[in-house]
């Protein structure tokens, strides 16, 4: 059988986990100290230990570094939550952080899912878990790592990234790492459902609960029971819907459209934007309670240009996936390849792939340096105009001058703009509707959105 630690000095809150533990298969000691606990760990060392993050004789936290048990995992509890301490906690190498009070659901949810690892034993799928997510920079090495660390856990998770940065990818390495990599992954696009689909969409309805609704229907949260759901654009959600969202994430628990009877949500939620996340809360398009909720564990994707050599990793890789799919051998020239070091790559991976096949299918048996074919937005650095504006301008004006001034670069195109400002297409509508300055503009990517 496991054998669990608790290390707390509220002995009622010790004898009700010792309680749970044991419904759970497994034994366990108590410490209400850090010097009772080195006792407990000389007598028998734990699978797993609970441990408050303040206690009588130390900080828990300082304790747990200190205490090499590389084949334990560990769980903090704290009666003072904070973004800092849960992020701080993660890094240990803990599998999950736990207000007090404890929630029982969670903690049943801890022991069931450490049970179901081998001691010392990665999360299941963690070995190829990063098949897809190519390069070899520091910064990715940096963000493999960071994911490695919270996949195991519940927590939820904010990816923070450009377009084109790889942020699926991410989440679905987070899944494919973490215990539930077994059961469903759904990635949902909160910009590209429509507004008023998008609760029947994640929650699901009852047969009858509106036009239309002639037979009940299962919403993402359900058919991904046991798996993880990943919210791309969440700064396209809905204030409401982003209030349900936030209650569902706080009790576990949802609701299908017409119907008062409660679900349980055995899901995790990954959540992902290509805005500051600060800036959208500032602006009115994220919830400060909802981002605080989501930001659990953030997690920055670094662009392209910030990953030194991966660039050329990348190219080589797309170049051999089309030159196995069309049995063709075809190679970069030197000059393209210095070309792709020196270049910017404002749409990231995805503009790079594009480029790549498009180099492809345009030559014979190597790749030329030829980059006339190449976005509006190739060479952003170089362009005179700049945006003033006074001291003391609101976000939301110097948004707008800057979506513009983007805009008149761009030559009216909203397609080019968007990628330039790394925006999703339909957001650069939504804010050109608000500014009223939709006309004058080519609106030949109109049926894009």
Known sequence: MPHLLIVDDDEAIRELIADIASEEGYTSAQAADIRQARIQIERQKPDVVLLD???????????????DLPATQVAF?????????????????????LPKPVSLRRLRGILTEVKSLSPGEAAPGSTDCFAKMIGKSRTMQLLCAHIEKVAPTQATVLLV??????KELAAEAIHLASPRHQNPFIPINCGAISPHLIESELFGHEKGSFTGADRQHKGYFERASGGTIFLDEITEMSMELQVRLLRVLESGRFMRVGTNDEIQANVRVVAATNRNPELAVAEGALREDL??????????LPPLRERDDDVLLLANHFLDMFNQEHRTAKVFSEATLEAMKTYGWPGNVRELRNYVYRSYILSDDVIEGDF??????ARPAEWGDEVLLPVGSSLAEANKQLILATLKQCGGVK?????????????????????????????SDKDLR
């Open 415 to 443: 397609k080019a703009a968007a990628k330039t400002l790394g925006i999703s297409l339909k957001t650069l509508y939504n804010r050109l509707e608000e500014y009223g300055a939709s006309d004058g503009v080519d609106d």
């Open 291 to 300: 981002y605080h909720r989501l930001s659990v564990f953030p997690l920055e």
């Open 372 to 377: 006339s074919t190449f976005e509006l937005n």
């Open 77 to 97: 509890l704290t009666g003072h939550s904070s973004v800092d301490t849960a992020i701080e906690a993660l890094r240990c190498g803990a599998v999950d952080y």
């Open 53 to 67: 993050m303040a206690l009588p004789d130390g900080n828990g936290m300082e304790f747990w570094k200190s205490a």
């Open 161 to 166: 990234g450009e377009s084109g940065t790889g």
